[in-house]
């Protein structure tokens, strides 16, 4: 799905960036988006089928041994991160959670 909405936008190949914030209504938040900026000193970059995903280190801390999904539902599709080990609960918009 990363690799065809590089296609759709054009021009350059980005990475899409995972990114844990504080807030939300549950203490964290996931931010994601399509970025050129990847920073190899702070920045783990995945890379599989030719897409690219960039997560700071931070933010990894945070969901590591997460999976990035892609989710079709009649309300809507999104890029969702399913099965944070790390999270004791989220919000029924699956962005914001909380740790143990």
Same mark, same amino acid.
């Given at each position: 799905?990363?690799?065809?909405?590089?296609?759709?936008?054009? /021009?350059?190949?980005?990475?899409?960036?995972?990114? $844990?914030?504080?807030?939300? #209504?549950? *203490?964290? !938040?996931?931010?994601?988006?399509?970025?050129?900026?990847?920073?190899?000193?702070?920045?783990?970059?995945?890379?599989? /089928?030719?897409?690219?995903?960039?997560?700071?280190? $931070?933010?990894?801390?945070? #969901?590591? *041994?997460? !999976?990035?999904?892609?989710?079709?539902?009649?309300?809507?599709?999104?890029?969702?991160?399913?099965?944070?080990?790390?999270?004791?609960?989220?919000?029924?918009?699956?962005?914001?959670?909380?740790?143990?």
């Amino acid at each position: 799905r990363i690799n065809f909405i590089n296609a759709k936008h054009g /021009g350059d190949k980005q990475a899409f960036r995972i990114a $844990v914030d504080s807030g939300g #209504c549950h *203490g964290y !938040q996931y931010v994601m988006g399509l970025t050129k900026d990847i920073n190899h000193e702070d920045d783990m970059v995945f890379e599989e /089928g030719g897409a690219t995903v960039v997560v700071d280190k $931070v933010s990894l801390e945070l #969901c590591q *041994g997460s !999976q990035l999904e892609f989710i079709e539902e009649l309300i809507g599709s999104s890029f969702q991160v399913t099965g944070n080990p790390k999270a004791e609960s989220s919000c029924g918009c699956k962005i914001s959670f909380n740790v143990n």
